[in-house]
């Protein structure tokens, strides 16, 4: 699926509006409970549209307003350029981490997926 912008007269009245896509994925980013994470592909999946790379994509333009740590890339690694802070984010959340091995990259730890994945459980009321 192709990104999602609104139509030229709509962000001519509205020049800061965002896309309907980009507010249903930040939604869905603030929904996320402390310490919990989504990945794109989840997030996606969650609203049934759009797939991991739009999901990424708004979170690129969008995502500063939200807490944009809990929606990952799912192979734990913390998100590149932005890893120090993302950490300091897991840690005050207590997020689950996996500690880096001795020939990981900049010995940054990875989330640990299997404990720190969120599926929306009892707490995603107005499921879309």
Known sequence: MSEQSPPEDARAGHPDALPEYAERVLEVAERIPPGRVMTYGDVAEWLEEGGPRQVGRVM??????????????????????HELRALAHY??????????????????????????????????????
């Open 60 to 81: 690129a333009l969008y995502g500063g307003a939200v807490p944009w740590w809990r929606v990952v890339r799912a192979d734990g690694a913390l998100l590149p350029g």
């Open 91 to 128: 840690r005050a959340e207590g997020t689950p981490l996996k500690q880096a091995g001795r020939t990981a990259q900049g010995h940054l730890p990875r989330l640990d997926m299997r404990r720190a994945r969120w599926d929306g459980g009892a707490d995603a009321e107005g499921h879309t």
